[in-house]
């Protein structure tokens, strides 16, 4: 299961985080959108509530006037001064005050007080009662009395006179205005609540009736049930009425303390409201809830899916990271991720400048293609993951292993001050110092390792791999198993070569090839019989360039059988010129292997009419190690046609002794590092002596190379070799000064006489 990184779990929480504040806003919205209907519900209630209770009292109101200007029809008469006043009449105040007002307007008591606010009549209870039967309400009507007879600051709360305001119509009232004085109000008596309304009895045409002070009409109109019932169906507001049961439950009811003018609240004035929220809060606020919940739900879902489609998708992509960084064969990290873990950590090191240092190393199994080969790819990669397994379990935990691909693993290591780490060689040795057991197969692999070292061998990841990469192709280089650190140097030649492999393909077309002709000496009488024909690359810019450099690129590039042509074409040219020399020319494997020499050569024959008797094929021995079919059948075709075939650097390689049997070659030619050990005294002259003696015992001649001193020259003469190359006698001549040589040579020195000849050499016959 691929790790999640910090970046994955800060997507990871962005998204949740991000889902759950869209969940909160809905969840906030829908209850918004609840609340602002219940509110609106609620104050629509509330608003009608309000307006309902101003028109009731307004109505209120209304009947204070109302009552007011029934009395005022009887009270402002001229008739009400004359019989009531000046000469009281019984059956006139009963008909027109007693009886009318209650009967007609339905007043519950009537009561008239004279100048002196002494009661004169009283009625009540549909009948006439003694006129000191008001006594029983003078305390309660106190008040308006003393309105009503111009007394300020009375104790009772102002109401709108409506009264006066239905007055102003009458013109023929406006001199009974000036004079009259009225008080409506609703006071508690007895505790109930009841519209008190006093007016003064004024004559309303002949004014000088007036008497002053007046006397006063005093009406009682008791709000009750019938007086409420009345508003009720007036105002469409049903079901006004007084209780003194307190609040009632139901919500449509409202109830409001009645607050009579003089401060008292006999009851409670209850109605049913209209309630216009009402449906809001029935109806469309549970569809509205309903609806947010199921929206709420919805979203709810909608973002869970969200959230898991968010989660798969980063799991995935962190499975695709992971995948993209780490080999998909051995589960180890791979270049990119190597590279970037390497370039991370150089930043560091870099930032800090401590004792710190980064070792990058790279890995390659040995012989892996071989291993691939012959046991197939099955057990490639099986091995490639136990090799992956090993290395991981003996590196230190710290170490970052990584797998480039092929059998190329790469190793990083951060190395802090005085490191007391085992060193990664040791690990690794470690680590493939069993053999690995691979599907029924015990395997021994052996690595070759290239190291590279920061601040020394670069600072930047790129340097560091690339001089890691340069010390493992050295490694390759030097055989298996090998452990090379980069170094200046190495670089240096790997520099070198790559020159030489960016000007070599056109240095053939431009020319810049030459043979030069060391001469052979013949050890018996010191002439010159023949030469060896070596390459000389003269580069415009760069100089002069040794074949040891050159061949091996070349071979390398693919280069060596066209290079190889030309050389043998131009020695056979050349050899056309010196009819007594022999001339030897080397051959590369590659040209053995990979071209039609004999098709070439015979052709060349043809062309120089040189004979092959005089031409020599210097081959090495790393054609022999793995002898291909063809290179047996070749070198069997060539002797057949003529040409002297030697086995060169004889010494120096895997030198078998199988080999100088089998291909029975005509010479032999013992290296330079052979000849040059001879002055150390030891084995060296044994090899040497016994190598001479087996050449010649199986028909070969033999040549020493590299002669340098005069010493080397005699003793190999004395070991009996046939012929002597070295810079003693010249090192490799232009075609031109090699004439010269050779004429000047073969003159100046002296033969060698036959019997000296015989004597250094123990040999036969001389040239
Ligand atoms: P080689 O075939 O063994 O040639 C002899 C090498 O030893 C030559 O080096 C020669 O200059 C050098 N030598 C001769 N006498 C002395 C001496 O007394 N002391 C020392 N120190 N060196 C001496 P050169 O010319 O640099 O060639 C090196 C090698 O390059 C040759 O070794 C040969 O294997 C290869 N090579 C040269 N030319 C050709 C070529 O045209 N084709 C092929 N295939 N290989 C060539
Ligand atoms: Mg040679
Ligand atoms: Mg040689």
Do not use: C
Request: hydrophobic content about 45%; cysteine-free.
């Amino acid at each position: 299961m691929p790790h999640m990184t910090a970046h994955d779990r800060v997507s990871r929480g962005s998204t949740r985080r991000l889902t759950l504040v869209v969940g909160v806003m809905i969840v906030l919205t829908s209850l918004l959108l609840i609340g602002v209907i219940a509110y609106v519900g609620r104050i629509a209630d509330v608003q009608e509530a309000s307006q309902e209770k101003n028109r009731i009292e307004n109505a209120l109101n209304q009947s204070v006037a109302r009552v007011l200007d029934q009395q005022k029809s009887v009270a402002w008469w001229d008739d009400a001064v004359k019989f009531v006043t000046q000469q009281p009449n019984d059956e006139f105040i009963d008909s027109n005050f007693g009886i009318f007002l209650t009967e007609t307007y339905g007043h519950d008591e009537v009561y008239i007080l004279n100048a002196r606010d002494v009661p004169v009549y009283s009625y009540f209870g549909m009948k006439r009662e003694e006129p000191q039967a008001f006594e029983r309400r003078r305390n309660q009507l106190a008040s308006v009395i003393a309105a009503v007879r111009g007394q300020k600051d009375v104790p009772l709360t102002e109401r709108p006179d409506f009264f006066i305001g239905r007055q102003q119509h009458y013109d023929v009232l406006r001199k009974v205005l000036a004079v009259a004085a009225w008080k409506g109000a609703i006071l508690t008596i007895d505790r109930r609540p009841a519209i008190v309304a006093a007016i003064t009895i004024v004559p309303n045409v002949d004014m000088s009736l007036l008497t002053v002070p007046p006397d006063v009409l005093i009406s009682i109109d008791w709000i009750d049930a019938p007086f409420l019932t009345q508003i009720s169906q007036l105002l469409l507001i049903p079901d006004i009425r007084l209780t003194n049961a307190g609040v009632t439950n139901s919500s449509a009811t409202v109830t409001e303390p009645f607050v009579t003018d003089d401060g008292q609240t006999p009851s409670v004035l209850a109605w049913t409201t209209r309630r216009p929220g009402w449906p809001l809060l029935t109806l469309v606020l549970p569809l509205v809830a309903a609806a947010a919940i199921a929206m709420t739900a919805l979203s709810a879902n909608m973002l869970l899916r969200l959230v898991r489609a968010a989660d798969a998708l980063s799991s995935r992509e962190r499975a695709a990271r992971h995948d993209a960084a780490h080999d998909s064969l051995s589960g180890l990290p791979n270049r990119y991720l190597f590279v970037q873990a390497i370039s991370e950590a150089l930043d560091e090191l870099n930032a800090d400048h401590g004792d710190v240092g980064v070792i990058v190393g790279y890995l390659d199994i040995d012989r892996f293609k071989d291993i691939n080969d012959t046991l197939g790819h099955k057990v490639g990669d099986e091995l490639i993951q136990a090799v992956g397994r090993r290395l991981r379990e003996h590196l230190a935990p710290s170490d970052f292993l990584a797998r480039f691909g092929g059998d190329e693993f790469a190793i990083f290591r951060i190395e802090q001050g005085e490191s007391h780490q085992t060193p990664i060689e040791t690990l690794v040795a470690d680590a493939l110092g069993s053999p690995l057991r691979v599907l029924n197969h015990d395997i021994s692999v052996s690595t070759s390792v290239g190291l590279a070292q920061s601040p020394r061998d670069g600072r930047s990841t790129d340097t560091l791999m690339r001089h890691a990469d340069i010390a493992l192709y050295e490694a390759k280089r030097r055989g298996r198993a090998q452990f090379t650190w980069f170094s200046a140097k190495l670089a240096e030649e790997l520099e070198r070569k790559r020159e030489i492999e960016l000007a070599l393909p056109s240095a053939l077309e431009n020319g810049e090839f030459e043979l030069h002709y060391q001469p052979i000496v013949s050890a018996r009488n010191n002439q010159v019989v023949g030469v060896e024909a070596l390459s000389r690359w003269r580069h415009p810019t760069k100089g002069f360039i040794p074949p040891d450099r050159f061949i091996s690129v070349a071979e390398e590039m693919g280069l060596m059988p066209k290079l190889g042509e030309w050389v043998i074409r131009e020695a056979l040219k050349q050899a056309g010129s010196w009819p007594d020399l022999e001339i030897a020319v080397n051959l590369s494997p590659a040209q053995v292997q990979h071209t039609d020499l004999l098709g070439l050569l015979k052709q060349l024959l043809i062309d120089s009419g040189a004979r092959p008797e005089r031409i020599t094929l210097e081959i090495t021995e790393s054609l022999l190690l793995e002898p291909t079919p063809k290179t047996r059948t070749t070198l069997k075709e060539l002797r057949q046609l003529g040409f002297r075939i030697a086995l060169d650097d004889f010494g120096t390689g895997f030198s078998s002794l199988n080999y100088l049997i089998e291909f029975g070659f005509d010479k032999l030619k013992i290296d330079r590092s052979l000849v040059s050990a001879l002055s150390q005294a030891g084995s060296a002259q044994t090899v040497v002596l016994s190598v001479i003696q087996l050449g010649h015992a199986l028909g070969m001649e033999v040549v020493a190379e590299g002669i340098e001193t005069e010493a080397e020259a005699v003793t190999m003469r004395f070991w009996g070799s046939d012929q002597l190359q070295g810079y003693l006698f010249s090192k490799a001549l232009p075609a031109d000064d090699l004439q010269h040589f050779v004429r000047d040579y073969n003159t100046r020195t002296p033969q060698l006489d036959h019997h000296e000849a015989v004597a250094v050499s123990g040999a036969g016959d001389s040239v």
